[in-house]
T-cell receptor, first 114, second 111 residues
Framework: SAVISQKPSRDICQRGTSLTIQCQVD?????MFWYRQQPGQSLTLIAT?????????ESGFVIDKFPISRPNLTFSTLTVSNMSPEDSSIYLC???????????FGSGTQLSVL | GENVEQHPSTLSVQEGDSAVIKCTYS??????FPWYKQELGKGPQLIID?????GEKKDQRIAVTLNKTAKHFSLHITETQPEDSAVYFC??????????FGTGTRLKVLA
């Protein structure tokens, strides 16, 4: 299984500011993804992080709001831009191994926007 | 679109009893069905999975069954313990890396 380190684990931010979340995987992975989990809800895919190119966003999510980078196979960042209280959620980094489609998650970033 | 329904949303059992969580998927092309356990303040952890060519899989106190004809699969936890208390998510995968998650079940094991 892949070990995924995500930081920060939590943050409290002011409205209008931006936060960048970092994700590091300990092994070679094929795919990296970013999910959002609103309080008491299921997991919603924000985007697929593509190595060396623009991320692929799901319906309802745009690059200007959630810019994503993936400069190499094992590292990715998600920025939550111009935050509002509605952005308060858990943000999860995930990755699939190179050998199968098993999906593993980081510990998440608990974001609160005041 | 693809959909995964999960029931119940909450489940309380006495310690030592069994717990069953059920999911139904809509896309008959789905071929991989993992289950995740999420404890408070943590990310989801993969606990067991099953592929479409298998009807049942067991790992100690946890088992998963799959009925492809009816398009539903279930998680069974036997001899429940307080540390089994968590939120459980099912998922169905169609194609490559396309995960559809259920809405989650909050399991409480009462000591």
């Amino acid at each position: 299984s892949a070990v995924i380190s995500q930081k920060p684990s939590r943050d409290i931010c002011q409205r209008g500011t931006s936060l960048t979340i970092q994700c590091q995987v300990d092994s070679q992975v094929t795919m990296m993804f970013w999910y959002r989990q609103q309080p008491g809800q299921s997991l919603t895919l924000i985007a697929t992080a593509n190595q060396g190119s623009e991320a692929t966003y799901e319906s309802g999510f745009v690059i200007d709001k959630f810019p994503i980078s993936r400069p190499n196979l094992t590292f990715s960042t998600l920025t939550v831009s111009n935050m509002s209280p509605e952005d308060s959620s858990i943000y999860l980094c995930s990755a699939c191994s190179t050998t199968n489609e098993k999906l593993f998650f980081g510990s998440g970033t608990q974001l609160s926007v005041l | 679109g693809e959909n995964v329904e999960q029931h119940p949303s909450t489940l309380s059992v006495q310690e030592g009893d069994s717990a069953v969580i059920k999911c139904t998927y809509s896309d008959s092309a789905s071929n991989y069905f993992p289950w995740y356990k999420q404890e408070l303040g943590k990310g989801p952890q993969l606990i067991i999975d099953i592929r479409s060519n298998v009807g049942e899989k067991k790992d100690q106190r946890i088992a998963v069954t799959l009925n492809k004809t009816a398009k539903h699969f279930s998680l069974h936890i036997t001899e429940t313990q307080p540390e089994d208390s968590a939120v459980y998510f099912c998922a169905a995968i169609t194609g490559t890396y396309k995960y559809i998650f259920g809405t989650g079940t909050r399991l409480k094991v009462l000591a």
